[in-house]
């Protein structure tokens, strides 16, 4: 197996565990037209056969065209925000958003995160979030990987 490095030195097995996602199934994530602000906005996401719409917070603007490892690590970061909050409250005060806003969303993202989870089985973020808050290494790595 080949482990992402940075200056060849540090390997990072956290990539390596995104990675195997799209090696086992296809996965395709687009920015949506359809945002609240520059950091908070839909993508649109497949994964197999599974079409679905969902709200990242982007706050370091890491989206990127050419990077669907960090596109889908967006994904499942934006999926253990809803798992860890108690409820639409929470969750919405977490994204600083008005929950009118985003309701029809929110009663969407438990169907989301049941039929995601039957799919690519339990829902794992590979990367602490305290990584990608204080960007370590790790983070750096990912941000700069290319498909």
Sequence with gaps: MSLIQMKGSKEYTEIEKLKE???HHSISIIKNKEKFRKDLYYVDVKVDDFDFKLLIDDEYGDFSDNNQL????LVLYALELYSDTE??????????????????HYK????IYRKLTEIIGEIELPISSYDYT???????????YRN
Aim: no cysteine.
């Design 70 to 73: 960090i596109n889908w690590f």
């Design 87 to 104: 409820d639409i409250l929470e969750w919405s005060k977490e994204l600083n958003i008005n929950v009118k806003i985003v309701l029809e």
């Design 108 to 111: 969407d993202l438990d169907e």
């Design 134 to 144: 204080l960007r370590t290494g790790v983070v750096k790595a990912l941000v700069k």
């Design 21 to 23: 996602t799209f090696k």
